[in-house]
C-alpha cells in the first residue's frame, strides 16, 4: 500500500476511536445489515446481536468494543421496533423442524440454549413435541429397530442403543423402539 493510503487508514481509524456515539452511516448500516441477515435466516436476538457486533467491529475500524455494542443494540431495537426478530417463532419453527427430523426434546431444548434463546421460550416450544414421533422418525433415517435390513445381535443393539442415547432419547424408549416391529409402530 501506499504511504497515503496508509495514512488515511490511520486517520480514519484514530477519527472512529474518538467516537462516543454512532454516526449516521453507522445507524444505516446497521439497520440494512438487520433486514440483509434477517432475509438470509432466521436469527434469535442473541446470534444478530452478536454478528452485528463482530461485524461492526471489523467494519468500522479502531471502533470500541463499547460502540460496537451501541450499535448493535441499535440494531436490535430496529428489528423489535418493526417485528423483524421473534425469538418465539424462532424456537417453535426450529423445534418443529428438529423433531420431524428424529431430534429428542433434550437435544432441541440444548441446541435452542446453544443459539441464545431464553429457557421459558425453550420450554414453551417444545412442551408440545413428541418423543416417541421424533425416535421413531430417527429410527426410519438410520435404519434401526424395524427399519433394520440386517439381523439384530447384541453389538448392533448396542450401537444403535447408543446412537439413541447420544441423540437424547431415554433408555427406555430407545429400547422399546428398536424391539418393536412395524406392525406395533403403527399402534403409536
Known amino acids: 500500500m501506499s504511504d497515503d493510503l496508509l495514512e488515511e487508514r490511520e486517520k480514519r481509524r ?8 454512532p454516526t449516521p452511516r453507522m445507524l444505516s448500516w446497521v439497520k440494512n445489515s438487520c433486514v440483509y441477515r434477517l432475509n438470509q435466516r432466521m436469527m434469535t436476538e442473541h446470534a444478530l446481536r452478536e454478528a ?5 467491529l471489523s ?17 436490535i431495537a430496529f428489528c423489535h421496533e418493526h417485528r ?7 424456537a417453535e419453527t426450529r423445534a418443529a423442524s428438529a423433531s420431524r427430523s428424529g431430534h429428542s426434546k433434550r437435544r432441541i431444548s440444548r441446541d435452542l440454549g446453544q443459539k441464545g434463546v ?3 421460550l425453550i420450554h414453551a416450544a417444545v412442551e408440545e413435541i413428541d418423543d416417541r ?3 421413531i422418525n430417527y429410527a426410519r433415517k438410520r ?3 424395524p427399519f433394520r435390513k440386517v439381523d439384530l445381535d447384541e453389538r448392533r443393539k448396542a450401537k444403535e442403543l447408543s446412537a439413541f442415547a447420544r441423540n437424547g432419547f431415554s433408555f427406555e424408549l430407545a429400547q422399546n423402539i428398536i424391539q418393536s416391529s412395524l406392525d406395533k409402530l403403527d399402534d403409536f
Do not use: M, P
Open 143 to 145: 435404519g434401526f429397530g
Open 133 to 135: 414421533a421424533a425416535a
Open 14 to 21: 484514530a477519527a472512529y476511536a474518538a467516537l462516543n456515539e
Open 52 to 56: 452485528l457486533r463482530r461485524k461492526a
Open 84 to 90: 423483524f426478530l421473534d425469538d418465539r417463532a424462532f
Open 59 to 75: 467494519k468500522f475500524e479502531g471502533i470500541s468494543a463499547e460502540l460496537a455494542s451501541r450499535i448493535a443494540a441499535t440494531g
Open 118 to 120: 431464553e429457557r421459558s
